[in-house]
């Protein structure tokens, strides 16, 4: 349906609950980034101790030490991202953040803690990410536990605007634009 | 008495009468007379509930009556707040058809000959509009038919707007106004199509990455929907989920 033809029940989703694949997708990003920089450090890592040892270095992520250091800076990553601001830089691209349960602002401890309880929902099978899609305000088991909850933090309103303006800009020069279209229905 | 000292009598009487009739200057008798003082002493609202007012009014020919009277004159020499503070207004009107009393009049004719500004100096309106139940009479009355009658271009003209609107209190009308039901109600896609609004917008928050981002979020959220809506229905969740934290949902309600 053609976003001019709706005209009413537009919504900013602004402070909504955050649904599974706006999450999912902030977590395929993160990953993305984190281990990639990740990467970047080892193979910088490897470069330096090559020209200091003057031996051939090649680390990777089956060492035992890398693996460890590749999990602590995972909690570093995503610790301090969701203590420091509430959000990953994948969360920020998906337009969500992390917030207290009754939705004021988050506590650096309460982020750290949910760095540190995350992987217990990988670890009950996926489980824990169940609540996701189930829990009445899509809460996974580490929300639950560190008392947090995930929200959308972008003005669907706004961007609607902008989707409208372009859209009018284009019109103006002849070109075709793509179609953005939320609705508070869906 | 015999008859013919009566006859007399009765002449001498006719004549005398005659005389004084003759003689009396009926002008300087009215002119000596205290019309207010004599006005005062008349209870006019029970002498008016005697009379059928209707009726009365349908046999005379108004019209010609005011013509053939100095009303000017004849007002001048009434003390007319006195008069309007005695009468009963309100009960006088209910028992006049306004309608088909104001259909007799020529009203044209009749304001011809009164000096209204003279005649308005001695009332005091206030006083008077503070007794007068104005509900019941405008009911009564065709006001259509009568603002038919008149030149309103003409009556406007006369109404100095500027000086009107500086004597309103705009803040106090807007604080009445609820804005945001307003905005609410304003069509902001036509509003942006018609105006040069949405290429303030462009250009204040265009750029290809905010383009993909609006995207990406939009299609991501149309994901989410869908999903909550068949999660919902697999579930046979009966209530909605709350769309918000409370903290949340209380600053979207606002103060």
């Known amino acids: ?186 | 008495m015999s008859d013919p000292a009566e006859s007399l009598v009765q002449r001498v009487a006719d004549r005398v009468v005659d005389l004084v009739v003759h003689a009396l200057d009926v002008n300087a008798l009215a002119q000596q007379v205290d019309l207010n003082a004599l006005v005062v002493q008349v209870d006019i609202d029970a002498s008016l509930r005697k009379i059928d007012l209707n009726a009365l009014l349908a046999r005379v020919d108004i019209n010609s009556l005011l013509q053939r009277a100095d009303l000017n004159a004849l007002l001048g020499q009434v003390d007319m707040n006195a008069l309007l503070s005695r009468v009963d207004m309100n009960a006088l009107l209910s028992r006049v058809d306004m309608n088909a009393l104001l259909g007799r009049v020529d009203l044209n004719a009749l304001l011809s000959q009164v000096d209204v500004d003279d005649l308005m100096r001695r009332v005091d309106l206030d006083a008077l509009l503070a007794r007068v139940d104005v509900n019941p009479l405008l009911q009564r009355a065709d006001l259509n038919a009568l603002l038919g009658q008149a030149d309103m271009n003409a009556l406007l003209d006369q109404v100095d707007v500027d000086d009107l609107m500086r004597r309103v209190d705009l803040g106090a009308l807007l604080d009445r106004v609820d804005l945001n039901a307003m905005v609410q109600r304003v069509d902001t896609d036509a509003l942006i199509e018609q105006t040069d609004l949405g290429a303030v917008i462009a250009a204040s928050s265009g750029g290809a990455a905010s383009e993909a981002l609006d995207a990406a979020r939009s299609q991501a959220v149309g994901l989410d929907q869908f999903i909550d809506r068949w999660t919902g229905r697999l579930l046979w969740r009966k209530r909605p989920r709350p769309p918000a934290p409370a903290a949340l949902l209380d600053a979207q309600a606002g103060p």
């Open chain 1, 1 to 186: 349906m053609s976003a001019r033809t709706r005209d009413a029940g537009w919504v900013s989703w602004q402070g909504h609950y955050a649904g599974s694949a706006s999450r999912f997708l902030a977590y395929v990003i993160d990953l993305l980034v984190s281990s990639g920089l990740f990467a970047l450090g080892l193979a910088a890592a490897s470069l330096v101790a090559q020209v200091v040892t003057g031996h051939s270095v090649n680390w990777n992520r089956t060492n035992i030490v890398v693996a460890v250091i590749y999990v602590a800076w995972q909690f570093f990553y995503f610790g301090y991202s969701w203590a420091a601001s509430g959000r990953t830089f994948g969360m920020a691209a998906l337009g969500v953040r992390v917030v207290r349960a009754d939705g004021k602002g988050l506590d650096p401890w309460r982020g750290v803690l949910r760095a540190l309880v995350f992987p217990l929902s990988f670890l009950l099978c996926g489980l824990g990410f169940l609540g996701i899609v189930v829990q009445r305000e899509h809460r996974a088991l580490h929300d639950l536990i560190a008392g947090s909850a995930v929200i959308y933090a972008w003005d669907a309103r706004a961007a609607r605007l902008r989707f409208l303006a372009r859209e009018t800009e284009a019109g103006a020069r002849g070109r075709p634009q793509p179609e953005v279209v939320i609705t508070q229905d869906g």
